[in-house]
T-cell receptor, first 114, second 111 residues
Framework: SAVISQKPSRDICQRGTSLTIQCQVD?????MFWYRQQPGQSLTLIAT?????????ESGFVIDKFPISRPNLTFSTLTVSNMSPEDSSIYLC???????????FGSGTQLSVL | EDQVTQSPEALRLQEGESSSLNCSYT??????LFWYRQDPGKGPEFLFT???AGEEKEKERLKATLTKKESFLHITAPKPEDSATYLC????????????FGQGTTLQVKP
């Protein structure tokens, strides 16, 4: 298993500003994932972050809006840029360990945009 | 296109009243089906992985089963602490390894 620390746990932001979410893992992992969970919805993958390469974004998500950093094997950040109320969601960091597809999740960042 | 559908959306049970949650999936070559539990304000917590039809796994009051088209999460004699949203996700061979999640079933168990 993996212990994932994510911060901030929640934030209230003004329209047009940006927020950077941090994800720290207690072990080295190759792949880290960022998910979004909109109110009443399930989880949608935003992007996959591999250390040493550019993040891979899913359809509907672009780097200018959700830039991602992955400086080492235990840390990643997701920035939500130029926020609007539609960005109000829970953002979740997850990692894959053990050579299989079992994902472990952080506790999430509850973002509200006014 | 890979798709996961969970039913019901919400389920209310009395303590001790057993029931089942359903996860129907359409994927190109299932490589794994996952069940997660999510409490309000928290990230999903891993419960089970099932890899092939006929496989079953148990944990306390929960039992997950898998067929070629669906999975069930059976809850036996539930307690109020089992109240949560239960998420089903599939990993298929048609993508890069990402999980496709269903909408979830929100379970409420009343004492």
């Amino acid at each position: 298993s993996a212990v994932i620390s994510q911060k901030p746990s929640r934030d209230i932001c003004q329209r047009g500003t940006s927020l950077t979410i941090q994800c720290q893992v207690d072990s080295q992992v190759t792949m880290m994932f960022w998910y979004r969970q909109q109110p009443g919805q399930s989880l949608t993958l935003i992007a996959t972050a591999n250390q040493g390469s550019e993040a891979t974004y899913e359809s509907g998500f672009v780097i200018d809006k959700f830039p991602i950093s992955r400086p080492n094997l235990t840390f990643s950040t997701l920035t939500v840029s130029n926020m609007s109320p539609e960005d109000s969601s829970i953002y979740l960091c997850s990692v894959r360990t053990g050579g299989n597809e079992k994902l472990f999740f952080g506790s999430g960042t509850q973002l509200s945009v006014l | 296109e890979d798709q996961v559908t969970q039913s019901p959306e919400a389920l209310r049970l009395q303590e001790g009243e057993s029931s089942s949650l359903n996860c129907s999936y359409t994927v190109s070559g299932l490589r794994g089906l996952f069940w997660y539990r999510q409490d309000p304000g928290k990230g999903p917590e891993f419960l089970f992985t099932l890899y092939s039809a006929g496989e079953e796994k148990e944990k306390e009051r929960l039992k997950a089963t898998l067929t070629k088209k669906e999975s069930f999460l059976h809850i036996t004699a539930p307690k109020p602490e089992d109240s949560a949203t239960y998420l089903c996700a599939v990993w298929s061979g048609s993508n890069t390894g990402k999980l496709i999640f269903g909408q979830g079933t929100t379970l409420q168990v009343k004492p």
